[in-house]
């Protein structure tokens, strides 16, 4: 009966009230025939309304009553609750299992209880229900029989998702061993030929199974009765591989699941089965950290199940020392990095098993948490995760509370990805978008409200606490062994902290259980926010090769600040702040240097008012400067306050240095090299120009007024002059002055030279801040020459007595201090020099060569690798510069381009001009800016300059890890630069030496 238009008849709200999302259809099906007697019958009405999806279940429940010879079923499912909730509860939430029984009406009898082991059934009462299957295809049937009354249990809550998963499990072991008997019964000489264990791995072996899922196994096979050893193996695997087609391949009732084997050694181009002593050979030498992982859900499952448990027991020792390795939680937490960057970025935030906040977060950190202390205890030990967390908890590995919330969560995210599944009996782990799929699934939880709403929040509830693993699992418990707990509390004993310390990377785990303990115990507000903080730092601190120098130097800067009310509110409420001091305090030494002789700097990590890490402009540095120069009283207080300054900005360059080298959480490190080699070359350059610009300032006002005797400028040499100043670089400098109108020279020269004298003298006076050290070797007769000369004096020398390298020196010279007229006037003066109107003769040219084969031959410090020094080895920072710069002298008149101090703009200006391909260019540009990189990271590592690659093995890694290169790659970045080098000195060899 269908109500007249504009009207609603009263079965039609009693269905929309029942949850029906079709009331139409729904009337038209409840006045079908099969139905049309028990329409209105309020128990059916209503137990069709408890299911996740009324209209599916309904619809479900015709095609398998027309299915039907008579009307027992009906009769029953009317008359007994119990099969009347499982059999429309699995209509409602699989339309896969409804086409099933409408292929097979009497399998509904699957539903019915009969014992009490068909409530909580075994691998023993599948192998009953599979023990008539003869052939794949009825194989297939009753594997779909058993599965009917797993998800009826699963759907009604019968089960839990912990014995929905185990009883899948077992399901899956009735059938492994089913196919295992057809291959053996259809190649009996095989299997009379040898021993076949099939091992169970992941959630098969763990006991925690998915609806749809690969089953993954491993093969171990030994001969039987003598046989020869190579004819036992080939039985073996063609036993092995029947097995696994009858349980894939496809056939008219579908297929059941994948069988994969590529978790055995060396995946897929590994032999399929191999013999125990094999396996136990691959696992000693080749094994890789996440083959240990993933042993852990080993199990023996079908086959010779002697064989399996010794294939186990053999292997458990290697388990269990895997935590030993070297970079063992690098290798880990890279793995799970790796996970989530292949999710396509349509899918990431619909992947409820691999994305942030998914399953795997949870398994990848417990499995990791068992790695670790399962060596000492052996409650550990187990292959299912919820089980696994639990013994966690009560080892006081993981805190209760902690370990309640994730369970909760896990269950929560699991039921999720059965219902997904259950719905069309299909492989995914995604959250379906569409608004009926959302909403069958939202109630098939339990969610009859707003089920669409109420599932997206609690989703997102769920995965936000998962988010937090690493902090909630592997960190927080770390604080517990050293922090003062009420009593009963289980804690992490110290013993067990020194274990987790060490795995994580920690050299000195002692010390850092002593600075954990300084930082997080008492009851303090102060000791309150670490205990927040200091989880999240400590993992942070274990991605850097020096996580020892990290909490050290986090200490150091608590004890300095922790009072102060805006520190600890920073790095609670700002979320960049505390991640950036974590890179920063772990990168090496000078940026925790600077940090620490102002601690107060830690400001600039933040990302609200006054913070921010983007270096400052040559004019605001230069203003800011000044002005403290003109509060001081007297040059000494003058200067000491610009070294201030540049202590400052010297430490917000080297963290925005650090930051955009090692990236975030949120933004992974995917620097533009070339874009942080200008940043630090610009704002160290800026930054130095500042202070000598407030020096000189200080020096004059102090020993003369407002007005020196004599104009007076500074010319930046060399990389100061062309921007590319490092962290360690001196400054190159050239002082030139010219006398007031009226003042004697020679009172003006004594003016001059004093100013230099003292500009130098207080710019490397011992203090808290770094020495700024001005080199004038590049000046007129070198170290032999006078200080400052005027103008005129230059002028005199340049047009008499100049030699060739000298100017090749003023390529990059540049006023950078000073008297602005004056500088301006100098380079009018040296632009003749340095780019000659009528280009370079071969003299000149051969000069230039023999100059840089020399100092190729007589600088190059006594036993050092020249294939690792990156100024003066082969297609290092000299080889490119000269290269460049014999361009510039060349060409330098004729083509405006080529008129700058700075390296890289000049060799984008060659090649734009055509002096120089775009392909040796490139080649050139990378070789300079790899080489400059390496100088920065050794002074950001070490503290010190250094030309070449550090040899202590941290400090190596440290600089790797600037660089990019993650954990034990060291090998790597040292091969990737003597290429890199090699390539530039193969151009320099054609451009430079005409070769």
């Not at 349980?247 to 013999?275: F, M, Q």
């Not at 942030?356 to 990791?368: H, K, N, T």
């Amino acid at each position: 009966m269908t109500a007249a238009p504009g009207r609603r008849s009263s079965t039609f709200t009693r269905l929309l009230r029942h949850g029906f999302t079709d009331p139409s259809a729904a009337e038209r099906l409840l006045d079908s025939p099969e139905l049309s007697a028990v329409r209105n019958d309020p128990v059916l009405l209503e137990a069709l309304g408890a299911t996740a999806d009324p209209d599916l279940a309904l619809h479900g429940l015709v095609r398998l009553l027309e299915a039907q010879s008579d009307r027992e079923l009906l009769d029953t499912v009317i008359a007994a609750k119990p099969l009347r909730d499982r059999l429309l509860g699995v209509l409602g939430a699989s339309a896969a299992l409804a086409e099933h029984l409408a292929r097979h009406p009497r399998d509904w009898h699957a539903l019915v209880t009969y014992e009490p082991s068909d409530l909580h059934p075994g691998v023993a009462e599948f192998e009953r229900g599979l023990a008539e299957a003869g052939d794949p295809v009825s194989l297939r049937v009753a594997y779909r029989r058993c599965l009917l009354s797993i998800a009826a249990r699963d759907v009604c809550g019968t089960t839990d998702i912990a014995e929905t998963a185990a009883e899948l499990a077992d399901l899956a072991t009735a059938t492994l061993r089913a196919a295992l008997a057809m291959a053996c019964a259809a190649a009996p000489e095989d299997a009379d030929m040898c021993r076949l264990a099939v091992v169970a791995m992941g959630k098969c072996g763990g006991h925690e199974l998915n609806y749809v899922s690969d089953v993954d196994v491993i093969f171990v096979a030994e001969t039987a009765d003598g046989a020869d050893e190579g004819k036992a193996l080939r039985a073996a695997t063609k036993l092995a591989s029947h097995m696994m087609r009858i349980c894939s391949e496809t056939t008219v009732e579908g297929s059941i699941w994948p069988v994969d084997a590529n978790l055995r050694p060396e995946g897929r181009n590994g032999p399929l089965v191999r013999t125990l002593s094999s396996h136990l050979a691959y696992y000693q030498r080749w094994a890789k950290t996440w083959e240990f992982q993933a042993l852990l859900k080993a199990r023996p499952v079908a086959g010779d199940l002697e064989l399996g448990e010794s294939y186990v027991e053999a292997l458990q020792p290697l388990v269990w020392k895997a935590a030993e390795r070297e970079n063992f939680v690098t290798d880990v937490q890279k793995m799970r990095r790796r996970v989530v960057e292949n999710i396509p970025v349509a899918e990431l935030d619909r992947q409820l098993k691999l994305g942030p906040g998914g399953l795997r977060d949870v398994e990848f950190a417990v499995q990791l948490l068992q790695l670790v202390h399962g060596r000492e205890d052996g409650s550990l030990r187990s292959g299912t995760t919820l089980n696994a967390l639990q013994a966690l908890a009560a080892g006081g590995y993981v805190g209760r509370a902690d370990a309640a919330q994730l369970d909760e969560a896990y269950r929560f995210l699991r039921s999720m990805e059965h219902r997904i599944q259950l719905y069309r009996l299909r492989r995914t782990h995604l959250v379906p978008e569409d608004e009926t799929d959302l909403r069958r699934l939202g109630r098939s939880l339990g969610l009859r409200t707003d089920p669409v709403t109420e599932l997206n929040r609690e989703w997102k509830r769920h995965a936000s606490v998962v988010r937090r693993l690493h902090e909630k699992l592997f960190y927080r418990p770390l604080l517990d062994a050293v922090a003062q707990l009420g009593p009963g509390e289980i804690r992490l004993s110290t013993g067990a902290a020194r274990e987790r310390l060490v795995a994580l990377g920690y050299a000195d785990p002692a010390a850092a259980l002593r600075h954990l303990e300084a930082l997080a115990s008492g009851v303090t507000r102060k000791a309150a926010i670490q205990r927040t903080l200091l989880p999240v730092l400590l993992g942070w601190f274990a991605e850097s090769a020096d996580p020892d120098a990290g909490l050290l130097n986090f200490r150091k800067v608590s004890d300095a600040l922790g009072k102060t009310p805006w520190y600890l509110r920073l790095l609670r409420d700002e979320g960049a702040a505390a991640e950036n001091l974590a890179r920063v305090l772990s990168a090496g030494r000078l940026a925790p240097d600077l940090l620490m002789r102002a601690p107060e700097a830690v400001a600039l990590l933040g990302d609200g008012d006054g913070g921010g890490l983007a270096p400052r402009g040559r004019d605001a540095l230069e203003q800011e400067t000044l002005a403290a120069v003109r509060r001081a009283d007297g040059a000494a207080q003058a200067v000491t306050a610009a070294r201030g300054v540049r202590r400052r900005e010297l430490f917000r360059t080297a963290a925005a240095d650090i930051v955009g080298s090692y990236g975030t959480e949120t933004q992974p490190a995917e620097p533009d090299q070339g874009a942080l080699v200008d940043l630090v070359g610009a704002a160290v350059s800026d930054l130095t120009a500042a202070t000598l610009a407030g020096t000189l300032r200080a020096v004059v006002r102090e020993g003369w007024g407002d007005t020196l005797p004599t104009r007076f400028a500074v010319i930046g040499m060399g990389r100061f002059g062309g921007h590319e100043l490092g962290y360690g670089s001196d400054a190159d400098v050239l002082f030139v002055h010219e006398p007031r109108e009226g003042v004697d020279e020679r009172e003006a020269s004594q003016a001059a030279n004093k100013v230099v004298s003292e500009m130098r003298r207080l710019l490397q006076i011992p203090s808290a801040d770094p020495p700024l050290l001005i080199d004038a070797d590049l000046r007129p007769e070198g170290k032999s020459g006078p200080l400052v000369r005027t103008l005129t004096s230059y002028a005199a020398y340049y047009r008499r007595w100049s030699l060739v390298w000298e100017s090749q020196a003023l390529l990059r010279a540049e006023p950078v201090a000073g008297d602005e007229e004056l500088g301006r006037r100098f380079i009018e003066l040296v632009d003749p020099l340095r780019y000659p109107a009528a280009g370079l003769g071969d003299d000149a040219v051969r000069e230039i060569r023999r100059l840089k084969a020399r100092m190729e031959s007589e600088r190059l410090p006594r036993g050092a690798d020249p294939k690792l020094h990156t100024k003066l080895g082969p297609g290092g920072l000299s080889d490119v510069e000269w290269t460049v710069q014999l361009i510039q002298m060349r060409h330098g008149a004729g083509e405006p381009g080529l008129r700058t101090t700075r390296t890289r703009a000049a060799l984008a200006a060659a090649r734009d001009a055509g002096f120089i391909s775009a392909e040796n260019a490139a080649i050139l540009d990378e070789a300079w800016v790899l080489a400059t990189r390496v100088r920065n990271a050794v002074m950001l590592v070490r503290g010190r300059a250094g030309d070449t690659f550090p040899s202590e093995a941290r400090e190596l890694a440290a600089v790797g890890r600037y660089l990019g290169y993650e954990a034990g790659h060291v090998g790597d970045m040292l091969d990737d630069y003597r290429r890199t080098a090699r390539r530039a000195r193969g151009v320099v060899e054609e451009l430079f030496y005409g070769a």
